[in-house]
């Protein structure tokens, strides 16, 4: 079982940045892969980013490559979405992710946290 505990969001406004933190736990969290979802008002949860178990390979979704990068600290149980240059559709409510990489990927995966909202204000 793999408990996921997000934090990090807030308002802020158009061109800024946040970052988000997930701290992890669980016996195998470090081995998983581990990413970022999103679900805006009234919509479906999202891809947003993944990264591999060791940090060594990472995907975004193309609305936000450029701009977001997902990273890993393993020492700690915790992954980071760092975004940049945001924008009024950024806003969402983030979800950390933690299982196999095409789960994650296809926003099939049963394990999230409780999610931190971003509001990004124009």
């Known amino acids: 079982q793999v408990q996921l505990v997000e934090s990090g969001g807030g308002l802020v406004q158009a061109g800024g940045s946040l970052r988000l933190s997930c701290a992890a736990s669980g016996r195998t969290v470090n081995t998983l892969p581990m990413g970022w979802v999103r679900q805006a008002p009234g919509g479906e949860r999202e891809f947003v980013a993944a990264?591999?178990?060791?940090?060594?390979?990472?995907h975004y979704a193309e609305s936000v490559k450029g701009r977001f990068t997902i990273s890993r600290d393993n020492a700690k149980n915790t992954v980071y979405l760092q975004m940049n240059s945001l924008k009024p559709e950024d806003t969402a409510v983030y979800y950390c992710?933690?299982?196999?990489?095409?789960?994650?990927?296809?926003?099939?995966?049963?394990?999230w946290g409780q999610g931190t909202q971003v509001t990004v204000s124009s």
């Open positions: 990264i591999t178990w060791d940090g060594g390979s990472t």
């Open positions: 992710a933690a299982d196999r990489w095409n789960r994650i990927v296809a926003v099939t995966t049963d394990y």
